[in-house]
Structures are given as structure tokens and as C-alpha cells.
């Protein structure tokens, strides 16, 4: 089955950087939306940044555009995420999801994403 697995949290200074990773096993889909979401307590989740494989495209959510970047190895089946000048609102726990046949319209909607990672936590604080 479709496991994805979050690494690279952890606590740093507002200004820091971090690299997220997502590794996804038993996944052979060629066609497929991926993005990270995150979500603060007693907070909704929300979309962070998308990619589409087919597209070549990327979305980001406004707040983080111009510091985050996403990106996808499909020999590796990997997704990261490079977040640089972090701030303490980009707090959270932070979600990998995979969506086959996905709407890229519909990127940011968590409904249209199949499988999801157990998150891995971002704390930015001094």
C-alpha cells in the first residue's frame, strides 16, 4: 500500500531554514498532484505548497512564496521542501499528501488528496 513518511522538523530561530522530506513507498503513479499542508493547533489545515508531475507546475500559498520551495525527485519518489526565513507563524505540524488523478484546479483542497503522511513538527520560536 501507499505510504508516505515526513522527515526534517525540528526547532529553530525565526530567520532559520529547514528541509523537509517526503518519502513515498508503493506509489507507481505517473500522473499525480503532491503538496504540503499545515496545520496549527486548533487550526484547519492548509495548503502550503503544491506540484504537479504532469504540469511541471508549482503553487505556493501567498505567505510563504519567495521563501519556500517545493520540489519532487521521481526517481526517488521523494517530496521536499526547502523553507527559508522562517517565522514563528510558520509554526505547525506539517503534512506530506499525494493525490493520483487529482485536480490541479482543486490543489489546495485536502478532500481531493488520498494518502497522507503522520506530519512532522516545525517549531520557530526564539
Known amino acids: 500500500q501507499v505510504q508516505l513518511v515526513e522527515s526534517g522538523g525540528g526547532s529553530v530561530q525565526p530567520g532559520g531554514s529547514l528541509k523537509l522530506s517526503c518519502v513515498a513507498s508503493?506509489?507507481?503513479?505517473?500522473?499525480?498532484?503532491m503538496a504540503w499542508f499545515r496545520q496549527a493547533p486548533g487550526k484547519e489545515r492548509e495548503g502550503i505548497a503544491s506540484?504537479?508531475?504532469?504540469?511541471?507546475?508549482?503553487s505556493y500559498r501567498n505567505s510563504v512564496r519567495d521563501r519556500f520551495t517545493i520540489s519532487l525527485d521521481k526517481d526517488k519518489k521523494t517530496l521536499h521542501l526547502q523553507m527559508n526565513s522562517l517565522k514563528p507563524e510558520d509554526s505547525g505540524m506539517y503534512y506530506c499528501?499525494?493525490?493520483?488523478?487529482?485536480?490541479?484546479?482543486?490543489?489546495?483542497?485536502?478532500?481531493?488528496?488520498?494518502?497522507w503522511g503522520q506530519g512532522t513538527q516545525v517549531i520557530v520560536s526564539p
Open positions: 508503493g506509489y507507481t503513479s505517473t500522473d499525480y498532484c
Open positions: 506540484i504537479s508531475s504532469n504540469l511541471g507546475a508549482t
Open positions: 499528501a499525494a493525490a493520483p488523478d487529482g485536480s490541479w484546479s482543486q490543489r489546495f483542497s485536502p478532500r481531493i488528496y488520498n494518502y
